[in-house]
């Protein structure tokens, strides 16, 4: 029961984090730059944490040489992922966008369970798991979809095809997201610290998009971020990713891949609603239906029935 809860609050860190990176976007301009200031004060945040708690930083050579290739990929299928969103909200719009993703990260990573991909633990999937996950997508759509009001317009034989390609992509990159879960813990068990893990991760994904940043020429916008006229919540960002990817190193090999998704999921929108409903870090200010609220119980049912029942 702890370990859900942890999760629960983990979740919360996600629209912390993407209303901090979408405030630092609009101070710096580029999406890579925005994306490098964020990866890179994660991997900051990390080292610190190793260097206080005295884990070592990088893996030994044995590490290296005894693990598989995968697991040191986790932090750059993570900026794959971030890089895919910001084309599908683009070409799909934002509730497709967050959806089929969500729904896909979802379904996917109860897949990674039953069958232990990644080195995960084997959890069966059963009609108790079939039930909390059609209780956290029935929770799902009475939070997000059916406050939507959807306009109706006609497309060519072109953009539906388009529309179907990143339709594609966007299952895609949800099964992705899920699989990051479960690379992250798999890295967590082979070098024995979850800190490690997260902190040598990141290390690599930050150095890729150094990397893509100087090839690009566009470093020099980094300087803009530092202007004292922007917010300092807008830095919040890359420590919110870090405390989630430390959980999923940590807490995935302890509960699962699927539970920890679904928790996940459920502190997501639960913050996100409530960021809304006050207008917190420049969120719009919207109203909490009865509806949603109702929506969170039911997600919150769904996730304890797999959990406890």
């Known amino acids: 029961m702890l370990y859900l809860i942890i999760v629960l609050c983990m979740g919360l860190f996600i629209p912390l984090q993407t209303a901090a990176n979408a405030r630092l976007r609009q101070a710096v301009g580029p999406v890579y730059i925005t994306t490098f200031i964020s990866f890179a004060v994660s991997t900051l945040s990390l080292i610190a944490v190793s260097l206080m708690s005295g884990t070592n930083v990088l893996p030994t050579v044995e590490i290296l040489q005894s693990s598989p290739l995968w697991v040191w990929t986790g932090g750059i299928i993570a900026l794959l992922t971030i890089t895919c969103a910001i084309y599908l909200f683009r070409e799909i719009g934002q509730l497709q966008g967050m959806l089929i993703p969500m729904f896909s990260q979802l ?14 633990t084997v959890i069966p999937f059963d009609l108790k798991r079939a039930a909390g996950a059609a209780m956290l997508i029935a929770g799902i759509t009475l939070v997000v979809v059916l406050p939507v009001k959807r306009k109706k317009s006609e497309d060519s034989g072109t953009n539906v095809i388009r529309k179907l390609f990143w339709q594609f992509c966007a299952i895609v990159s949800g099964c992705l997201m899920a699989s990051i879960g479960a690379i992250y813990a798999r890295l967590g068990s082979i070098t024995g610290s979850a800190i490690q893990a997260s902190t040598i991760s990141f290390i690599i994904a930050t150095a890729v998009i150094f990397i893509y940043c100087v090839i690009a020429g566009k470093l020099i916008s980094i300087k803009k971020a530092f202007s004292r006229k922007y917010p300092w919540w807008m830095w919040i960002g890359g420590i919110a990713g870090a405390t989630t990817v430390f959980g999923n190193a940590w807490l995935i090999p302890k509960i699962g891949v699927g539970v920890f998704v679904m928790a996940l999921l459920v502190g997501q929108l639960l913050l996100s609603l409530l960021m809304e409903r006050n207008g917190w870090l420049g969120a719009p200010k919207k109203a909490i239906t009865i509806r ?18």
């Open 292 to 309: 949603q609220i109702g929506g969170i119980a039911i997600m919150l049912a769904g996730v304890a029935l797999i959990r406890i029942g």
């Open 107 to 120: 379904l996917f990573s109860l897949c990674i369970d039953h069958f232990g991909w990644f080195g995960s």
